[in-house]
């Protein structure tokens, strides 16, 4: 069975920064594409960023480009998104997924599995 279990969300001012974490059991976060969703009250799911399996290349929204950063520790099997220059615009429930998205990495519905997700509240 395979878990996702975040940490690391909070309340912090506009241009501060968080650090969120994706503790993954069940599977080694190595062979799985990993990913971190957002979704804001009456908004859609939105693909913030990626970490591909093989090679490890990343992939951002733009939104998010050149402040958030995604990366893994293969020995923790755990997944890290730094959030750096926060706006009230990023507050929203975070989501860690993983699966073999086959290039759907963007979709939720590249994703088999997910965390129960971690509120992230930016204040201006």
């Known amino acids: 069975q395979v878990q996702l279990v975040e940490s690391g969300g909070g309340l912090v001012q506009a241009g501060g920064s968080l650090r969120l974490s994706c503790v993954v059991s069940?599977?080694?976060?190595?062979?799985?594409?990993m990913g971190w969703f957002r979704q804001a009250p009456g908004k859609e799911r939105e693909f913030c960023a990626v970490?591909?399996?093989?090679?490890?290349?990343?992939a951002y929204v733009d939104s998010v480009k050149d402040r958030f950063t995604i990366s893994r520790d293969n020995a923790k099997n755990t997944v890290y998104l730094q959030m750096n220059s926060l706006k009230p615009e990023d507050t929203a429930i975070y989501y860690c997924?993983?699966?073999?998205?086959?290039?759907?990495?963007?979709?939720?519905?590249?994703?088999?599995?997910w965390g129960q997700g971690t509120q992230v509240t930016v204040s201006s």
């Open positions: 997924a993983a699966g073999l998205t086959q290039n759907r990495y963007s979709s939720p519905a590249g994703y088999q599995y």
């Open positions: 069940g599977r080694t976060v190595s062979r799985l594409d």
């Open positions: 970490i591909r399996w093989s090679g490890g290349s990343t």
